[in-house]
């Protein structure tokens, strides 16, 4: 595993972790430049200097106009994009407590940290063909070694609690309404009951009754501990749900 | 945790032309990691170097066996060569009648690697060739029809089932699905998906199909030219791609 990023940065990194039992995620100067080869090497600074710490219990919320770059900043802690400055390192509860950091951790690190550690939620369900419901939201808690009887029987007490109903359950969602859909991801998302949840919109197209009970679901997810970094287009749910508000603006365009 | 397949620098070049070059990775257990890239891009002769099947040039690979030894791969003798294929790896091919015998009977095919590995007993052989095609989802009525019998999606089944039937370790692919229609390939992926981690196999894959290889593989190398030119996650390669060639790749894919 390589270090986090220069030498003096990682031994504050690491005491950072040390010093507060609770921190779960520490994020310092994330910046995120795309450079489209295909298009004659534009580059676009889609986010610059971003720092954030969060810890368990504590749910931040992005705000920001459009553009801001409160996804891409998700995205990167999640280590779907690659973050192009800046260090971001994540507690490793199965590794005591040690923390990994993302923007240096080899494939098969980050792979054991979202398996354990880091749950995300799109707004869009990435359907498996053929893959029934029922499996896809127990599919994370099978990852992690759980009886497939005990998996399954919470996968179908959360989509109950979600509003989805039974006789959908052991279909494949491909051809589920938008709501629907979003439903069973949530589900999926929030069923392994990781210690640090990253949320990008989950609420999108939800009506305001199934709004509530996501929004429920993420205070309880909060109350046992889970550290939460999140976007939600209403105000409502953020009032609900945030703890603190970190608020992004578009990089300068030069 | 000590990587099962690990390969540094390794070449190999016909002529001087076209192969692969300078190869360097580690293969994870239970990891399943997809070799993408153009026609003529090396994917195949890597395939082919890392199974064995053709010799390297130059570089290094190295195996962690059953029992923890580390085996130096591009030294080991013929026989421990074939030792290996047989009881901890398979090889499915892109056409399923390079990998089948059409002499036999499928439920010979499926048998066939269990008697290279020591099972006698027939009726055990034959139980298992039972189970196995229904696992694949094939008609186990039809145990004792040839190869020829059957569609080129069933033959691809049958062919998967025959390199798993002695629990491989490590399972090369070659464009498994490949040349099927869209519905027998959805329904091939999820078999494989299923597959891979229920058994907790190790796979390398090679495809031309983005589709594929975000469906079923952790980790991605993109190759161009005979040489690895991106390397990582599946989600973090396809969504942010950084090298020019990966950007068309993931570009060029028709949305549905």
Known sequence: ?254 | MTPLLSARSLTKQYGGRNGCRNVSFDLYPGEVLCIVGESGSGKTTLLNTLALKTAADSGSLHYTATHGDQLDLLALSEPRRRLLMRTEWGFVQQNPRDGLRSGVSAGANIGEPLMAVGARHYGDIRYAATQWMERVELDSSRIDEFPAAFSGGMQQRLQIARNLVTSPRLVFMDEPTAGLDVSVQARLLDLLRTLTSTLHLSVLIVTHDIGVARLLAHRLMVMQGGEVVEAGLTDQVLDDPQHPYTQTLVSSVLPV
């Not at chain 1, 802690?77 to 199965?94: E, M, P, Q, T, V």
């Not at chain 1, 053929?130 to 998996?151: F, I, K, M």
């Not at chain 1, 949840?197 to 989950?202: K, M, S, T, V």
């Open chain 1, 1 to 254: 595993m390589r270090s986090i990023g220069t030498s003096s940065e990682a031994r504050a990194g690491e005491r950072a972790f040390t010093d507060n039992p609770a921190l779960m995620l520490r994020a310092v100067g994330i910046g995120k430049t795309f450079t489209l080869h295909g298009q004659g090497g534009v580059q676009i600074e889609a986010l610059a200097g971003v720092s954030l710490e969060v810890e368990r219990g504590e749910c931040v919320v992005l705000v920001g106009p459009s553009g801001a770059g409160k996804s891409t900043l998700l995205r990167c802690l999640y280590g779907n994009y690659l973050a192009s400055r800046g260090s971001i390192a994540i507690r490793d509860a199965a590794n005591d407590g040690q923390p990994v950091s993302i923007t240096g951790a080899e494939p098969h690190d980050v792979l054991r940290l979202r398996r354990g550690v880091v749950g995300y939620v799109s707004q869009f369900l990435r359907v498996i063909p053929r893959v029934p419901t029922l499996t896809l939201v127990a599919e994370p808690l099978l990852s992690r070694g759980v009886p497939e009887g005990e998996a399954r029987s919470r996968a179908a007490a959360l989509l109950a609690r979600l509003n989805v109903p039974e006789r959908l359950w052991s279909l494949a969602p491909a051809t589920f309404s938008g709501g629907e859909q979003q439903r069973v991801n949530i589900a999926r998302g929030l069923i392994a009951e990781h210690p640090l949840l990253l949320l990008d919109e989950p609420t999108a197209s939800l009506d305001a009754e199934n709004r509530d009970v996501v929004a429920d679901l993420i205070v309880e997810a909060r109350e046992r501990g889970a550290a939460i970094v999140g976007i939600f287009h209403d105000e409502d749910t953020r009032g609900k749900v945030a703890t603190r508000r970190l608020e992004l603006q578009p990089p300068l365009r030069h």
